[in-house]
């Protein structure tokens, strides 16, 4: 090969990887910039922001304000009972009236709670759920400086002992490092959870004579939770 020939040859290898160099460069460093986003697919479209202008009104104002006279109905969370578990300025300790404790309400309480509070908490509430146990494996570990404040186990006895609208508070705007399910969870299903966690510590410490006795006979050998006291 002529020398010429491999020069231009060398420029081109240099020149032809510049592509993937500035790749390398965009997937590493951080940039203030918004990404290189060649098929658009609809993603950024026109539209207006919250507190910004908008000439096409009179004053303006992208935000509109309500229409004068108007008046909200149906999410005005107004019922302190209902809404917030709160009695006379107190944690209520009844079920509010729209909410009817029956059986269907514990198994549909069952139901969001295997799906909203066993990761953290367990299928039995100790407080033992995958998410812990992944958490503990990472504390043990010392893997990225991980900390952890374990979910509460709902069988000490300060929990067991609280009144049903403290529990629906605890769901609704959560708890010190628990945070809330208010924006999953509808309100007559956090009633329902509250419900069924009423039921699962009661049946931590059930016995054997709470049971009519035409009941006890077939029942199957039950082996208790390791912690339950
Ligand atoms: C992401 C994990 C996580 C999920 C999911 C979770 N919790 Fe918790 N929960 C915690 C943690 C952590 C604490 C303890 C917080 C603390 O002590 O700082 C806690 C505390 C509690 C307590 C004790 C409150 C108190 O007064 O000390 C109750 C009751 C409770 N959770 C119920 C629930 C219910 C019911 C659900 C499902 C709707 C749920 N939690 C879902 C992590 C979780």
Redesign the pocket.
């Known amino acids: 090969m002529s020398k010429i020939a491999i020069i231009i040859t060398t420029i081109l290898i240099a020149i032809g990887s510049v592509p993937f160099a500035l790749a390398a460069m965009a997937r590493a460093v951080p940039s203030s910039h918004t990404r290189i986003h060649i098929i658009q697919d609809m993603d950024n479209q026109p539209k207006f922001r919250a507190q910004h202008a908008n000439p096409l009104f009179a004053d303006g104002r992208a935000m509109r304000p309500p229409v004068a006279g108007t008046v909200a109905r149906g999410q005005l969370e107004a019922d302190d009972h209902y809404d917030r578990g709160v009695v006379d300025d107190g944690w209520a300790t009844t079920f509010p009236p729209q909410v009817q404790v029956n059986l269907d309400l514990v198994y549909r309480g069952q139901d969001?709670?295997n799906i909203?509070?066993t990761?953290?908490?367990g299928y039995a509430g100790y407080?033992d759920?995958m998410?812990?146990k992944r958490a503990m494996e990472l504390v043990n570990l010392g893997l990225n400086g991980t900390t952890w404040?374990?979910?509460?186990n709902?069988h000490e006895q300060?929990?067991r002992e609280?009144p049903v609208g403290?529990?629906f508070n605890?769901?609704t705007n959560?708890?010190?490092?628990?945070?809330g399910?208010a924006a999953q969870?509808p309100v007559e299903d956090?009633w329902a959870?509250?419900a069924y966690?009423k039921a699962l510590q009661r049946s931590q410490t059930a016995d054997l004579n709470d049971l009519p006795p035409d009941q006890r006979i077939d029942l199957p050998t039950i082996r208790l939770h390791p912690e339950t006291p």
């Open positions: 969001r709670f909203y509070c990761p953290c908490h407080g759920g998410v812990n404040v374990q979910p509460k709902m300060l929990i609280q403290q529990t605890t769901i959560g708890v010190r490092n628990m945070s399910y969870i956090r959870i509250v966690v």
